[in-house]
């Protein structure tokens, strides 16, 4: 499992963010406190603070392509 902490700003955004994360075989999850949502789910994002950074949870260890496509939201 790998984890990274994003930054999701704007409606097109969230939207960009859910194509490119459907495209993966496995389960990604984006948690803010004690919430816990499918990263693939455009309405579960819009049900999370979006004002604060989220915590990115990709399960599985051959993600490094995803990754990469999702760099410009990876809070550095």
């Known amino acids: 499992m790998k984890t990274a902490n994003i930054r999701i700003n704007t409606i097109e ?15 990604v999850d984006i948690v803010s406190g004690r919430y816990a ?26 993600c490094d392509e995803l990754m990469a496509e999702l760099d410009k939201y990876i809070v550095k």
């Open 13 to 27: 955004d969230v939207k960009n963010f859910v194509t490119t994360v459907t495209k993966c075989n496995y389960d």
């Open 37 to 62: 949502i499918d990263a693939k789910s455009i309405m579960g994002i819009f049900s999370l603070d979006l004002s604060k950074p989220l915590e990115l949870r990709v399960h599985s260890d051959d």
